[in-house]
C-alpha cells in the first residue's frame, strides 16, 4: 500500500501550533494527545494546514510551489502562505510524503522575534532535524493508510453490489465473482446474488439470496466485515438477513432493489460507505460469542437465525418471537432432562 503523499502535520507541529484553530475540538483532541480522533491528519481545520494540503496534495504533478525557505539549512522547507501564517514542508526523499514541521505567524516585516522566519533562522541545525516526523509520526501514517485502504475496499465492495444486482434482476441470478483481499488481491471468497419478485394475493415482494462460496478464511475478521458490508449493500438493516448453512436470505418490499441500487450508486459517487442499520427486536444468541464479537463489531447469529452485528442494549427492544419459542423448547428439554 502506498501512502498518501499529501502534506499533513507532525505530531511534534501540532503540539505547539496553539493559535488558528477554527475547530475547539480539534485542539482539544490535540492537547489530549487523541490522534485517532483526529484522523487523517491532512485534513485538520487550520490555515496553514489547509493551505499546505492545497499546495502539495496527493498528486505531486498538481503541486503549486512556492519556493525554498533560505533559512531552512540543509531541509529545503518549502514556502506556504496562508494570510498572516506561514509554514515550511519537508518532503521525505524515501516515500515522497509532505511533511508540514513548521508554521508559526508573520511579524513586524520579519524583523519580530516572534516572527516564522526569525524563529528558523535563530534554529540551531540540530533543532531543525528535530522537526523531522518521528516513528510514532510514522505509525500513524502507516494506521491511516491502512484505514483508507480499507475504506476503499468497502466502496469495491459496494460497486461489486451494484453489478451482482443488476445481473440477478436481469438473469435471476448472477454469476459466481471473485471479492479480492483488500491488500494482496488474492480471492478471499466467490459471491453469487440470486434474485426473484413475487406477488401474493397478500403482498408482493423480492426474496434475495447471497451464497458465499471457497471462503478461505471463514472466521476471520475480514470475512466478517466482507459478508456484512456486501449484504449491507443490498439490505442494509441487519435483521432482514436469514442465515443456515452460509446462505443469506431476505425478504423485501416490491421495489426494494431498484430503490437500493438508486441509493447505492449514490454512495459510491460520494464516495460514502454504507452502515448496517440496527434491528428493532431483541434476539437470543450463545453467550460465548456476545461479548467478543460486540467488542469486534462482527456479525454473529441469533437462535432464530437472523444474521446480526450487536451494537444496541437488547433491553430497549421487545424479544424477537422466534428466538423466545426456540428458547423456551431448549428450557423444556433442559428440565425434563
Known amino acids: 500500500m502506498r501512502d498518501n503523499v499529501q502534506a499533513r502535520p507532525t505530531l511534534h507541529l501540532l503540539k505547539g501550533l496553539d493559535e488558528g484553530w477554527t475547530d475547539s475540538c480539534q485542539r482539544r483532541h490535540i492537547v489530549e494527545e487523541r490522534w485517532k480522533e483526529l484522523h487523517p ?20 504533478s498538481d503541486d ?66 528535530a522537526l523531522l ?65 413475487h406477488d401474493e394475493p397478500d403482498y408482493d415482494y423480492e426474496d434475495i439470496v447471497v451464497e458465499f462460496f471457497d471462503v478461505a478464511q471463514p472466521n476471520s475478521n475480514l470475512t466478517d466485515i466482507m459478508q456484512v458490508q456486501i449484504l449491507t449493500a443490498i439490505a442494509p438493516p441487519s435483521q432482514d438477513w436469514d442465515v443456515a ?45 456476545i461479548t467478543t464479537k460486540t467488542v469486534n463489531g462482527e456479525a454473529l447469529r441469533a437462535l432464530c437465525g437472523k444474521h446480526f452485528v450487536p451494537m444496541q442494549d437488547p433491553n430497549r427492544f421487545p424479544a424477537c418471537p422466534e428466538c423466545g419459542e426456540i428458547m423456551a423448547q431448549i428450557r423444556k428439554h433442559a428440565h425434563v432432562d
Not at 491528519?41 to 505531486?60: C, N
Not at 515522497?96 to 524563529?119: I, N, S, T
Not at 475496499?153 to 459496494?158: A, F, K, P
Not at 448472477?174 to 426473484?196: E, I, L, N, Q
Open 41 to 60: 491528519l491532512a485534513r485538520l481545520d487550520h490555515p496553514a494546514l489547509t493551505k499546505a494540503v492545497g499546495q502539495f496534495g496527493p498528486d505531486p
Open 133 to 197: 516526523p518521528t516513528r510514532q509520526d510514522h505509525t500513524l501514517l502507516r494506521r491511516e493508510t491502512a484505514a483508507a485502504r480499507m475504506i476503499e475496499w468497502r466502496l469495491d465492495l459496494q460497486r461489486l453490489v451494484i453489478e451482482l444486482l443488476d445481473q440477478a434482476m436481469t438473469q435471476g441470478s448472477s454469476d459466481r465473482t471473485k471479492v479480492a483481499h483488500p491488500t494482496t488481491g488474492v480471492p478471499m471468497a466467490m459471491v453469487c446474488v440470486t434474485w426473484s419478485a
Open 245 to 289: 448453512g452460509g446462505i443469506y436470505s431476505a425478504l423485501e418490499g416490491h421495489g426494494h432493489t431498484q430503490q437500493q441500487l438508486t441509493a447505492l450508486r449514490q454512495a459510491c459517487h460520494e464516495n460514502r460507505v454504507l452502515e448496517p442499520q440496527m434491528g428493532q427486536l431483541a434476539h437470543y444468541t450463545h453467550t460465548g460469542d
Open 64 to 129: 503549486i510551489n512556492k519556493g525554498t525557505i533560505s533559512c531552512s539549512g540543509d531541509l529545503h522547507l518549502l514556502k506556504v502562505r496562508a494570510g498572516q501564517w506561514r509554514a515550511g514542508v519537508w518532503t521525505d526523499p524515501e516515500t515522497g510524503v509532505r511533511w508540514v514541521v513548521a508554521a508559526g505567524l508573520a511579524k513586524g516585516g520579519h524583523g519580530d522575534a516572534d516572527d516564522f522566519y526569525e524563529q528558523l533562522k535563530a534554529m540551531p541545525g540540530p533543532a531543525l532535524q
